[in-house]
């Protein structure tokens, strides 16, 4: 059965850290390339980071040198590493993971951004 379950959302001040998790199961995670969009209310969903199979990445600029994204095909998990995160970094953020053929999304977490 496949599965992906995220993890690591919270609330957190201004200039705080967190780290999503992303663990798929029932599938061959280093296949896949990995995601993570986010969706604020009332916004479209947007991209925020993205790795290759191979380990390229690409960010959202505003979160460039900021967010870090990352994988462990040993433990089939994504992450998200977000340091110095901003009010406007609140959202519900998804892991998405996609090879030809295969469009999987996790459940949502919530990140909030709030002093």
């Known amino acids: 059965q496949v599965q992906l379950v995220e993890s690591g959302g919270g609330l957190v001040q201004p200039g705080g850290s967190l780290r999503l998790s992303c663990t798929a199961s029932?599938?061959?995670?280093?296949?896949?390339?990995l995601y993570w969009y986010r969706q604020a209310p009332g916004k479209q969903r947007e991209r925020v980071a993205y790795?290759?199979?191979?380990?390229?990445?690409d960010y959202l600029e505003s979160v460039n040198d900021r967010f870090t994204i990352s994988r462990d095909n040993s433990e089939n998990t994504g992450y998200l590493q977000m340091n110095n995160l901003k009010p406007e970094d609140t959202a519900t953020y998804y892991c998405?993971?996609?090879?030809?053929?295969?469009?999987?999304w996790g459940q949502g977490t919530q990140v909030t951004v709030s002093s």
């Open positions: 998405n993971l996609w090879k030809s053929g295969t469009d999987l």
């Open positions: 029932g599938i061959a995670f280093s296949l896949y390339r």
């Open positions: 790795m290759s199979a191979g380990g390229a990445t």
